[in-house]
């Protein structure tokens, strides 16, 4: 494992978004007469991309491209309003980053999250560590699991993708990181299984994001 940077997934990674993006969804989903989901099943709703998540929620018959399209409108609205209600870091996640960021390692994000609420989650809660490219979903790239917006991160640091470590929390992660000549890690405090991770091609597994440290270390 050759690695001088490292790629983080955002929702289920680094910040803890579930409650925020549930209750937005579950607002969105009340105001057009739909049932409602525990948030614990927003788990596994989210992950690819807000048109996905809100495709998930809707009841099987109404899922028809106008009513997905009102909706989703109507749901980014509503998160637009509560995106930082609940969201927080993860427990260990700041001491990882600080440890990681004075090892000299260079740092970037890339998220299915649209690119305007990426950008809002890394100026609110990441500010204090230097994220090199900070990606979300935007037009023109396809989102994640095509490993196209890593590739195109790498390139813009001038780094080789087996450069790089990749953190995520999903099937979509390990997909991604292994598509695109990364090294993929699976973290186990996010919103899947260490199952689905080591299925989908997780090389690593972290129990708490210190074991980063711990995984470099052993590899060096």
């Known amino acids: 494992m050759d690695g001088s940077a490292v790629l983080f997934d955002m929702d289920g990674t680094l910040l803890d978004t579930l409650e925020d993006l549930g209750l937005a969804a579950n607002r969105m989903l009340a105001a057009q007469n739909f049932p409602q989901h525990p948030l614990d099943a927003y788990r596994y709703f989210v992950g690819e991309g807000a048109l996905n998540l809100v495709t998930r929620t809707l009841p099987e018959e109404k899922r028809d491209e106008e009513t997905v399209n009102r909706c989703l409108q109507v749901f980014l609205e509503n998160y ?25 390692y260079r740092l970037a994000i890339l998220s299915n999250k649209p690119q305007e ?21 935007r037009d023109g790239i396809p989102r994640k699991p095509d490993p196209a917006g890593a590739l195109k991160i790498a390139a813009a640091m ?5 450069d790089f470590l990749y953190l995520g929390d999903t099937r979509i992660d390990m997909e ?6 990364m090294f993929p890690i699976g973290a186990l405090w996010g919103f899947r299984t260490k ?3 080591l299925a989908s091609g997780a090389r690593a597994l972290l129990q708490t994001p210190m074991d980063m440290l711990q995984l470099l270390k052993e590899k060096k």
């Open 80 to 104: 637009d309003l509560n995106w930082k209600e609940t969201t927080r870091l993860y427990p260990g996640v700041a001491d990882m980053l600080d440890n990681l960021q004075s090892q000299g």
């Open 117 to 137: 609420f990426t950008q809002k989650c890394t100026t609110a809660f990441l500010s204090r560590w230097t994220f090199e490219e900070v990606w979300g979903k």
């Open 158 to 162: 001038d780094l080789a993708p087996s």
């Open 176 to 181: 991604t990181a292994s598509a695109a000549g």
């Open 195 to 197: 199952e689905e991770l």
